[in-house]
Structure formats: structure tokens, C-alpha cells
């Protein structure tokens, strides 16, 4: 048990209950470690705010989604499944997959080492974690511990929340949106400890998707609000300004102020860090940040002067520039840096929710962030007053934009704008949002009732169907071998929920 365990006279969660991953049941205990308000980098950051021109802010995102193709169908990880059939398509690419989710612990130790000052942020899916467990690679999670619960690395790696089985937000039933979130904590803190679970302040969506309905971002925010996260990261495009213009380039340089209003006229807001657009995983994998960094100034925000950031995320496995490219450029960037000699000084590597926490500490208030919202918000704004707004008023006039404005739409915004998560698939979200209806008329009430519920095997085992039947791939890989992957997890969840 950890130091935070033991102070907080926290259960120690076991990282597989009942077989399965434990995703649920410790609701209080986990919020007690998430709610926590003190600086998760401040005291340990070796950098100096004064000495940065600009910084640049590189994330690994890595995902595997669970499947029933096991030997006798068991749900297991599509990285075993590329591995038991290495001739089908390019699954040869298993061992080169499993590489890239360990190698993080070889590169960062070995950068330290000789005199190097680098960072990186990680973002894995439930679902990889999970898999990997299942296939008994020990050596992956020994690599990810030693960066993650060794404190020595802790100003270098800063892990990043994500949803637990890579649903897309704007397709999510909106109920499921925080029990992803809450899933994601319980099992990465089962795996890395409660330490480890209280520096996770910075959150990463799924195919960088950003809901755009009202209602729906309302909930997304106050869900990962409630959850402790200070920060969201956000594609460019997903956003604009409240009158509806685009945000000004060097705006997104800096942390914004996402801000959702719903369809009662409540507001809520959100840090957001921006990613801006390119070929994400080849900027990452050849270190672009950094070259675009070198480029860019100190701003202002309110009354004081901070660095700009480059923000940027890739699949960490994904592709050959990623495989092969990354740690050639990773390591050479690094070397260029301590070279120059200014290693903590002009333009260095920062991670998220240390850089906002030095630019706090300097007396940036993010009141005085610029302040954005979800795309085609202001149009549905400019025709409902805010003051005097309804559900009904509101979903009235988004049926009025979708039958004249060929732009408008509802169906949020990602890194992937070219698909649609919705459109073509109703054979997967009507049976989707039919087993979220069906678990949550049969365990809200009961939880209500008795929040140990949650603890309960059927319980666990019901929420984890639920959950891996929003998984995105089951509509990115397109309709086939897929949408069929998703109707047996569809017809085993509501075999156990009936």
C-alpha cells in the first residue's frame, strides 16, 4: 500500500477482480485522492519560467481495443489477437507495437542519464492496459512503473486521463461519460498506485473528439471537473471564439478557457491546452514541437509574461515514421538541446500541468485565459437567449440549422473530420445506446440506494460490456469483422443484464 493509501486509510485496489479489470467500487476512495488541489510539479519541476522563451508539450497516445476473437471467444486485446495470426494484414507489426508501449521506460532513464532534460506525457486506453495484463507482458508494465512510481522521474513523465474504453464523447450516452472517466481512475490507480493517481490533472479524448452539442460538453466538463482534472487538451479546429470567428494564431499558444453553456443556460468552464493541426504522428515522431517552438515568443496573459506552447499529440505505435523515425529524432532533439546549453533555459520541453502550474505560480490567472467555445455554438447562441434558455427552445433551433446550414452540425469535432462517428452506423449506436438505457434502469436506483453496489462482480461485469460497446473502433475500422465485434459484446451484455 502507498504512503497516500495508508494516510488516507484507503482500501488497496487489486488490479483484476474477478478476472476483470477493476474499473469500479471505489468510487469515494478515489475521489477522495483526485479532488486533491496541491501542485502536482511545482516542487519537483527543475525548470524556471523566467529562463523560457517558449516550450513545447509532446503526448503518446495508445490504444488497443478488447475484442471477443480469443480461442474460444474471450474478450482479449486486438495486440494478442496480431500476435496468435501474424500473417493476416499487418498484424506483423505486433512485436514492433508492443515495443513502442514499453520503450518510453528505456528512453527516459537513458535521456537523464546523460544530461538531458526531457518530457513526455502518456496516454493509454483501459482497454491496452487491460489486454497487456492479459497476455502476461510483466516487462511492459516494469518498464511503465519504474517512470511512473519512481520519483526521480517524476518531473519528466506526466501520464494524461483518457476515457476508458476509447469512446468518442459526442456519441457517448451522456450517463456513460463519467463512469469511463471513473473507470479509467480506478484501474490506472490499481495498476500505478494512489500516488501515482493524484499527479493525472491533464485529460485526452479519444480521436481528440470535442462534443459540440450543449448539452453534451456541459456534462463532459462538469464529469471531468468532478473528477479532478484542471485540463483538457484540444484540437484547434474543434473551437471558436464566443462570437463565432476562429481563434487568433498565437492564441493557440497559450492555455485557453473552454467554455460550455447548456441547454438551461448554465455555464461551466475548463483549461484547455490546444493541439494544433498537421500530420500528428509525423510531427511527433520527428520532434516538430520543438523546430516549431524555436519559432515562437513570449505572450501575455493578464499582466504577466509567459512562454508560448506547442502542443501536440500522435499514436505512439501507429505507422513507420512513429516506429522507426521517433526514437532517432527523439534522442537527437534532446542531444541538440543539452548541447546548445540551454537545457533549462530559451526553448524547452514542458509537460502540461507543469507548465500551467509554473505560469500560475507567476501569477497568471486563468480567468485571463482567452475564452473559446465548441464549433457552431455561437450560432445556436445568436438565436437563444442565454438568460431565457430551454431544452426545448434550444433543440428546436438545431433542428432549424440542420435543415438550412449545410456547415451546422452536432456531431462534435476531431482529429479525424474527414468521418463521421455517427452517420452509417446506426447498427452499432442504436444497440449501444440501447445496453446503456437497459444497465442504467437496472443499477441506478440500486446504487442510489447503496453505493457498494458498484463492488459487486455482476455489477463490475455489466458496467464493463457497457463500456467496451462504445469503443470507437468498432466504427472506425468500418462495417464488417468490426460492427460484428460489437454485436457479441452488444448480445453478451444484455444476456447479462436481462
Known sequence: MTATAQSFNLPALTELRSGLPNICGWEAAIQSIVKQEEPVYLNTTNLKLENITAGFACALHMHQPSIPAGINGEIISNIQYMFEHPYDGDNHNAGAFAWCYSRMGEFIPQLISQGCNPRIMLDYSGNLLWGLRQMGRDDIFNNLKRITSDPQYQPYVEWLGTMWSHAVVPSTPIPDIKLHIQAWQHHFAAIFGYDALKGVKGFSPPEMHLPNHPDTLFEYIKALKECGYRWLMVQEHSLERLDGSGLKHEDKYIPNRLLARNSHGETIS?????????????????????????????????????PSLVTQI???????????????????????????????????????TEYLELIAAAGVNCEDYPTCQAVHQHKIWQR????????EAVEKVIAELKATDHQFHMDGASWTNNLSWVEGYENVLDPMKKLSVMFHEKYDSLVQQDPLVTQRPDYQEALLYNLLLQTSCFRYWGQGTWTDYAREIYRRGEAMLK
Open 270 to 306: 475548463i483549461t484547455a491546452l490546444i493541439k494544433t493541426q498537421g500530420s500528428d504522428t509525423k510531427l511527433v515522431a520527428q520532434m516538430q514541437p520543438y523546430f516549431e517552438a524555436k519559432g515562437k515568443n513570449k505572450q501575455q496573459i493578464g499582466n504577466v509574461t509567459v
Open 314 to 352: 500522435a499514436d505512439g505505435e501507429n505507422g513507420g515514421v512513429m516506429m522507426n523515425e521517433y526514437p532517432r529524432d527523439f534522442f537527437r532533439v534532446y542531444h541538440e538541446i543539452r548541447d546548445a546549453g540551454n537545457n533549462y533555459a530559451g526553448v524547452v520541453a514542458l509537460n502540461g
Open 384 to 391: 437563444v437567449d442565454p438568460d431565457n434558455a430551454t431544452p
